[in-house]
Each structure stands twice: as structure tokens, then as C-alpha cells.
């Protein structure tokens, strides 16, 4: 690990058009979690970890994510509300406007790598105007030794400054925050915007369409652990599904938590060297693993805290998508390098607020190219202005707003692989049960574990029909028994004890995936359309 600091390293900017010598380079994390609270821009917590409140953008804004329209993109990239095209022109007027904001101001500088399996690794330069947005791309990246420092020449560069803000009249962006993705530059300009989860999103969108465009390598928004027989599982899902917490699993090696890829070779990598994980109502009892990793070096965003630095993590007053990042080390069972070999199971996460899919079952291929295209989860009431019950919420490969390509590339990709290596599916559903949000209960934590430890320890038996039950309503086989789970949680149905009010709940939900389907159904086979759920209970 590198642990420069500028009085021993330097680096010039020029190249860049920043001309001043205020660069700080490779500053170790002590070094940035120091400047930070020096610059009154954060706080240390009873834990050691640094706090920090990201600004007007607590998440993500998707409708600010453009990428430049040019002969690289212009025939390859999905368009849409997903990929806005932006002009070559307007990017390098952006882009100097940026450059001579950052002239006026000292700079981060920190040289990195994005994935882990050598033969596709990468070289990232990250230049932030703030302290703790460069510790936070060195707890996310991958870290380079001295010795690998000494030769770094950047591939792709990305450029942070969320103090400055876009005219959108003149630069053509819809408001004053941006993201946007130039591959012909290989330039990533993220600004107006304090919230760091902008900076890894933009790497991992460039790697989305790179992977699958030039190498052959499905790239996937989930997690990814491994167990004692070297088989490894993978987890898909939106925020708030359980990725984090149900892959950092101690009887298993965590190969990492949110991006990675699936070689032709059949190997899984994470491209990123940690964790950016939700906090809210985070307990040590409940995830150890994650609580143990919040301590020096770490960066909370956006909790609240009382005078002796205990973090509430039941306090949404800021947001409820508080969150944390670290890096992969503060894990200890963690997978060395972080390369997974064998994918033998996929688990599909949902929160489903309305509590009417099963907490697991087992999906045909069909039903797994649907389910991955669908990319289904709910928004609760609370999480959003105007929310006020359970909303179903799509999207496209459980990950759309970082996919530079048409869904159906990826779901291919990823059927040709379950079928070539033998793969289960499995849809976990991590919502609710005995009713809908408000009226039943969000499924037990230590469920969901038994249900996933027993699906990879072949503890569910083989598919026939003694074993499962096919589900009148979606379609899909959920097994009648499971080691460690009560018979009657593992029937939704049976835990409302009001068959008319789930039927019509269940139908609800099915209307809304045929609903969302429709846009893809054009390009999707009718194998892939008939594994969606059924119509009519039968």
C-alpha cells in the first residue's frame, strides 16, 4: 500500500491544464482524515471513523449522468432516459470551465487501479478538490505499491469537484451537478456534487461498457463471496436489499461488495479494493462484520452523532441513505486477491414491500433472464417526497443508471454463462412477510442467512415436486422445507391469513412487471417472456 505523502512525492498537473504546485499526491488516509477536520469539513467519531455531511446530494442523480455522443458511443450506447448523449463540444467547454475553477483551489491527487484480476486491470487517476472524497477513492480502489507508483500512467482519469456548479443554460446540463462519461478522452467529470457514491458509479459505468464491447466479461452490479470448496456465489440487488450484509458472511471469504466481473474463464473479479456500504439502523449484533469495519480510515456520510461521537444509526434525519466506506482490509475474512473461481449459485435480492413473493425460490433460466432484466424491488413509504405505500421499483439488470448498453446484452451474457457452468438461481425475497409494508413484518435477518446458507450447501433438495411447490401466481418453485426457517415463513400466502387480500396484492404486483416488460419485450425471446409471472392463479 502506498502511503506517500507530498513532501516525498510530487506530481505535475500540467498535462491538465492545472498549472499551480498545490497537489497534494498519494496523501496516506491519516494525512487526509487529518485535513479534513483541520479544514472544519468533518469530524472523528467515538469509533475513530471520519464523519462527514456530503451537501445538497445524499445519493445518486441519475437524470444528471450524461455520456458524450461520439463515433466511439454513437452507434453502441443505449440512449435514453438512462444514457443522455451530451456534446463533445459542451464537454470541453465543461471541462475547462472545471480546470481553471480547480486553478484557483489545492487538489487531491491519488493514482489507482479498478479490477482486481491483473489481466484487466486498469489505470485510474483520481483528482478531487476535497480531502475526504480522495480518502474515499483510496478506500474504493484498488491500491498501488511504491514500486507500481513509480511507472503509473493513467488510463482513465477522473476529475472531482463538487464545489463547482454548471450554468445549465450554457453547458447543457439539466441543473448544476453533473456526471458525465467521455470514452474517447477516457475523462469522467463529476461536480456540483459532494456525494462520493458519483465518483466509483462513473468508473463502474465506463467498465460496463468496456468489459462486455472489447473483452468478452459480463460486468455486474453485485456482490460476490466464496466458500471453503472454492465455490463462489454471487449477489444481485438494489440499495437497501441486503448485498452488503448478505455476502459479508463469516463462514464465507468476501471477494467484494458491489461490482465485479465474470471472465470467459469462468473467474469472477472485484474491481474495487472496498466497501460503500448503507448504515441506517446498523446494529454490531446484526452485522458485525460491517460494524467492526467502521473505524480509522473510514468515512461515515451523513449520520447523525452526539457530543461524545456515538453514531445514531437509526437517525434519518439527513437521509436515509446514510452510508459508510472502507477499505476491504477492515474486513478480515476477506478473499486475497479478490478473485472468485466456480460461480455455482446467483441469488436475485428483493426488499419486496408487499410482501407477496416468496422468501425464496428457485428459478428457471427463463424465469432468471426475466427476473435479472426486470431487476425488481419496492420503494417503502417515507424513502421518497410523495411515497406514501409500497411502489414497485424496476431496474434493468439490478443496476440500469450504470448500464451503457440495451439490458438484454447483459441478461444474455449473464443466461450463456449460468447455462455453461451449471449455475442455480435463486430469488431471495428480503421484504416482507404476513403483509405488505405497515401491516406484516420485514423478513428475519437470520431467515434470510438459512435460507442462503442451505441453498449453497445443497441442503433444498433436487427440483421435483415433494420438494417444491410452484407458486400459483409468479411462477416460480419455492422449496416446502428449509433448515433453520419455520414451514409456514416459507409460504407468503399462508403467512397473511387472508387469501383474497394476497391474491389481489400478488396480482397487483404481477401487472407491474408485465407493465415494465413491455419496453423490453421487442428485443427479449418468448422463452425470456414466459418466464415472467403467470397471469392467472391456476
Excluded at 445549465?168 to 463529476?190: S, W, Y
Excluded at 451503457?404 to 430469488?427: C, F, I, R
Aim: proline share 5%.
Amino acid at each position: 500500500m502506498s502511503m506517500y505523502d507530498p513532501i516525498t512525492k510530487s506530481i505535475s498537473l500540467k498535462e491538465y491544464g492545472i498549472l499551480h504546485d498545490r497537489v497534494n499526491y498519494q496523501l496516506s488516509p491519516d494525512s487526509l482524515h487529518a485535513k479534513t477536520i483541520s479544514n472544519e469539513m468533518g469530524q472523528e467519531a467515538s469509533s475513530g471513523a471520519l464523519t462527514v455531511n456530503t451537501g445538497e446530494f445524499t445519493g445518486r442523480s441519475p437524470m444528471d449522468r450524461f455520456i458524450v455522443k461520439d463515433s466511439i458511443t454513437e452507434d453502441k450506447i443505449w440512449w435514453g432516459d438512462i444514457n443522455i448523449p451530451y456534446e463533445s463540444e459542451k464537454f470541453d467547454q465543461l471541462y475547462d470551465k472545471m480546470i481553471a475553477y480547480l486553478n484557483d483551489r489545492e487538489v487531491f491527487v491519488r493514482d489507482c487501479f479498478v479490477c482486481a484480476d491483473d489481466a484487466y486491470k486498469m489505470n485510474l487517476r483520481v483528482i478531487n478538490e476535497y480531502p475526504w472524497s480522495n480518502l474515499f477513492a483510496y478506500n474504493m480502489f484498488l491500491r498501488p505499491t511504491e514500486e507500481e507508483l513509480e511507472s503509473f500512467s493513467p488510463e482513465w482519469t477522473v476529475i472531482n469537484a463538487p464545489g463547482f456548479y454548471a450554468d445549465a443554460k450554457v453547458d447543457g446540463t439539466r441543473q448544476h451537478n453533473f456526471a458525465i462519461l467521455n470514452f474517447t478522452k477516457k475523462i469522467a467529470l463529476v461536480g456540483g456534487t459532494g456525494y462520493t457514491g458519483e465518483i466509483k458509479k462513473g468508473i463502474f459505468s465506463s467498465l460496463n461498457f468496456i468489459l462486455p464491447v472489447y473483452r468478452d466479461t459480463l460486468p455486474m452490479h453485485c456482490s460476490a463471496n466464496v466458500g471453503t470448496d472454492g465455490d463462489t456465489a454471487l449477489f444481485f440487488g438494489l440499495s437497501g436489499t441486503g448485498k452488503t450484509t448478505l455476502s459479508t458472511d463469516p463462514n464465507r471469504k468476501l471477494i467484494g461488495d458491489d461490482e465485479h466481473g465474470w471472465t470467459p474463464s469462468n473467474n469472477v473479479f472485484n474491481f474495487e479494493g472496498g466497501c460503500y456500504a448503507k448504515v441506517i439502523d446498523l446494529s454490531q449484533e446484526k452485522e458485525p462484520e460491517i460494524y467492526g469495519a467502521i473505524k480509522k480510515g473510514a468515512i461515515l456520510e451523513n449520520v447523525i452523532m452526539n457530543e461524545a461521537g456515538v453514531v445514531d444509526y437509526s437517525d434519518t434525519s439527513i437521509t436515509q441513505n446514510t452510508r459508510v466506506s472502507y477499505p476491504i482490509y477492515h474486513i478480515e475474512n476477506i478473499q486475497q486477491p479478490s478473485i472468485g473461481e466456480n460461480v455455482k449459485n446467483i441469488f436475485f435480492l428483493t426488499a419486496d414491500a408487499f410482501g407477496v413473493l416468496p422468501p425464496i425460490s428457485k428459478l428457471t433460466p427463463a424465469q432468471a433472464a426475466y427476473h435479472f432484466i426486470s431487476g425488481y424491488t419496492a420503494k417503502v413509504a417515507g424513502t421518497e417526497a410523495g411515497v406514501i405505500e409500497p411502489q414497485p421499483s424496476f431496474s434493468a439488470c439490478f443496476g440500469a443508471p450504470f448500464m451503457p448498453l440495451h439490458p438484454t446484452v447483459y441478461a444474455e451474457m449473464l443466461s450463456k454463462k449460468m447455462q455453461e457452468n451449471g449455475v442455480d438461481v435463486w430469488l431471495i425475497n428480503t421484504g416482507w412477510t404476513g403483509g405488505p409494508y405497515g401491516v406484516g413484518t420485514r423478513m428475519k435477518l437470520k431467515y434470510t442467512r438459512a435460507m442462503i446458507s442451505a441453498a449453497l450447501n445443497g441442503d433444498l433438495g433436487l427440483y421435483t415436486y415433494d420438494t417444491y411447490h410452484i407458486h400459483s401466481v409468479f411462477g416460480v418453485a419455492q422449496p416446502r422445507e428449509c433448515p433453520g426457517v419455520p414451514t409456514s415463513v416459507l409460504s407468503p400466502r399462508a403467512t397473511w391469513n387472508d387469501d383474497d387480500a394476497y391474491y389481489k396484492t400478488a396480482f397487483k404486483l404481477t401487472n407491474a412487471f408485465r407493465e415494465n416488460f413491455k419496453k423490453f419485450e421487442a428485443y427479449a425471446s418468448e422463452e425470456i417472456r414466459r418466464g415472467g409471472p403467470q397471469r392467472y392463479a391456476f
